[in-house]
């Protein structure tokens, strides 16, 4: 992490929705800066808005308030520079891994034996190798996510948004992948923004984790983590930081 | 041979392996029951016996009607739907596309559409009679209204569906309004679609026969009004089994072609 290099300036968000005939404030004047190849981590309860700023973050929503910066540039909707790791469900079932990896590539309208090279380079680095003509339904949850990883990575991001992304994976299996990406993000560095609600995985991961208050959502507490990596979630500073962390969050309705 | 397989196997295994033969020999049987069901009805009245009608179906090969065997006006029966077919599935695909995926197509078109739906294939008959006689085009004019209303149904129901998690991910990789209809929404509603094409092509098949039989020259419909007119109770039989065994056959195929053309659905299914 480079802190000298501000990548993405978060300024002044707000988002907030209509419900009924009362507006709901989803997430209210956060700001914050993400340094160059940083793992940083949004961390919060439930319903505090981290998805929200996510797809705020990623040109899904279009906030009502607040301004975004990448390298200096204020952007608007979805930048090509961004690419969002989604939930399981997000992988397409009538594609195949190949299919579903390249298909940022595809988009941008690469050639078919370039993309093809490409995605298969990242369909190795997360050990998919000769999975590339199985259809989504047949893998298991933690390789669903590999290829939703493989597929955020192709498209050759700078910023690499997860949206909570081993959430549905059984604690094993959330465990291994957890030391997953981080030894991919070691071996292609890229700037990630990891959202989670679990205190541990943020510890694990994270440079840093911007803690989230409850809704609306905003900035608690921004946490430097400076434990060497990989880090043992029995080592006391690891379980230090972990009881501040934990006594500091709301806790979730 | 059968006992030498199952000896190597265990108990589990050995009724499972019963149970599947079972499976196998239940729709023979089945079959079987009918034919012995007629065979036995047939003998005790003047209802055609199998054998009849078996016989009747073979005097159509030396004795054709109208210069046709049953292969013939079969073939002239499904000349007529897959003409039908191929412009429902053209135009109804791509209108249902439409109003699945324009919002404002789907406001202006939906109200008449319903309306069109509504109203069944056979009341349109009388009108298409008067108005284009009953040629060729007639018939198949009455197929395509038949079967129309399922194709578009079924894919426009495939395109509201689509869920919006896919398109996101499209909007995140800068996808632009054609690559998400193209490579995302058709592509995700196209098992809706194939519904659709069934449904339509067992539509197309029944609507087909209602509208050979009312005046005619060729067909399956069209033999089992002759077989009506003549009193000739075997051939209407016939005909009823050929029509019977073709639905069949074009149900198979249809299936195999989805199966063809999505093969994600077969490994889901597995």
Redesign the interface.
Known sequence: MDKSRVKLKVDNISQSYVVGDEVLDAILNVSFDVYDNEFLVILGPGNCGKTVLLNVI???EKPTGGKLYLDGEEIVG???R???V??E??L????TVMENVE??L???GVDKKTRREIAQKYIDLVQLTGFEKS?P??LSGGMKQRVGIARAYT?NPEILLMDEPFGQLDAQTRYSMQEEIQKIWQQEKRTILFVTNNIEEAIYLGDRIILMSKSPGKIKEIYDIDLPRPRNSMDPEFLAIRKEVSENTDLAL | MIKDKMKNMNEEEKRRYRLERLYKILPVISIFLLILLWSTVAAKSDFPSPKETCDRLMLLFENPIKGKNIFGHTAESLIRISIALLFNWTFGIAFGILIGWNKKAKALFTPLFNGFRAVPPLAWIPLITIWFGTGEFSKIMIVIFGSLASVVVNTQAGMLNVDQLYIDVGTSFNANERQKLFQIAIPSALDAIFAGIRTSTSAAWMVVLAAEMLGSESGVGFLIVRGMDAMDMPLVLAAMIVIGLVGALLAIITQYLERLMCPWTRVESN
């Open positions: 990623g040109g899904l979805s930048d090509k961004i690419s969002m989604f939930q469900l997000a397409m079932p009538w594609k298909f940022g595809q988009i941008e259809y339904s047949q498209s």
